[in-house]
């Protein structure tokens, strides 16, 4: 009877773990799903040749300019769109609208399934901003946006602006693990997919 108790709270001890673990690693797939990843990387790829390096002219200021708009959409546009599975098991992709997902898909069975159920939500909005920040962030403390925008920063300003991203990693992450993303946009999996 005794090594049963011990058992039990050992059993009961592991799922506690798991349970912490799980929600940890729930949260840091949602932030990964959340963070701007693509678009930073396209960002950071296209910014040295349109800054020249960090040495603008007014030609590369626009266009940097223009990519870190463009670049800003992509990050909220991302958090409003989601995908469904239809009846013939291809996946479709759309964007959430207040009475539901509008499929640009072209899903020909797409009044079988109920879309309503992927309206907007809050968190849409939320997971918007805070995506937009974090890409501002990356984005306009990029090296070659820093000379090229505001070149005559001293050093001690340029220290505080690079903490910055940290600052606003974490708080971003601790928002995104509040209202955890129950989309599944444009690049990702929808939730009823199955991987081989």
């Not at 990387?41 to 990519?67: D, E």
């Not at 800003?72 to 409003?80: D, H, N, T």
């Not at 309206?119 to 939320?126: A, K, M, N, Q, T």
């Not at 925008?149 to 600052?167: D, E, F, I, N």
Request: hydrophobic share 40%; net charge positive; charged share 10%.
């Amino acid at each position: 009877m005794e090594g049963s108790g011990v058992v039990q709270a050992s059993s009961s001890s592991n799922t506690t773990k798991r349970g912490v673990g799980g929600t940890t690693l729930t949260g840091v797939g949602n932030l990964i799903k959340l963070l701007p990843t693509g678009t930073v990387f396209m960002y950071q790829f296209l910014s040295p040749l349109l800054t020249n390096y960090g040495h603008c002219g007014v030609v590369n200021k626009y266009l940097t300019g223009a990519l870190l708009l463009v670049s800003g959409f992509s990050c909220c546009f991302a958090s409003f769109t989601d995908s469904y599975t239809g009846i013939d098991g291809t996946v479709y992709y759309g964007v959430a609208t207040a009475k539901g997902l509008w499929s640009f898909s072209g899903d020909p069975n797409g009044k079988s399934v109920d879309l309503s159920r992927y309206r907007l939500r809050v968190g849409d909005f939320v997971h918007a901003f805070f995506s937009l920040v974090v890409f501002a962030v990356l984005g306009l403390m990029d090296p070659n946006t820093v000379e090229c925008y505001y070149p005559s920063l001293g050093s001690s300003q340029k220290t505080v602006l690079m903490s910055l991203p940290a600052a606003v990693g974490a708080i971003s992450s601790s928002v995104f693990v509040v209202f955890p993303c129950k989309r599944h946009g444009i690049g990702y999996p929808p939730a009823d997919s199955t991987s081989n």
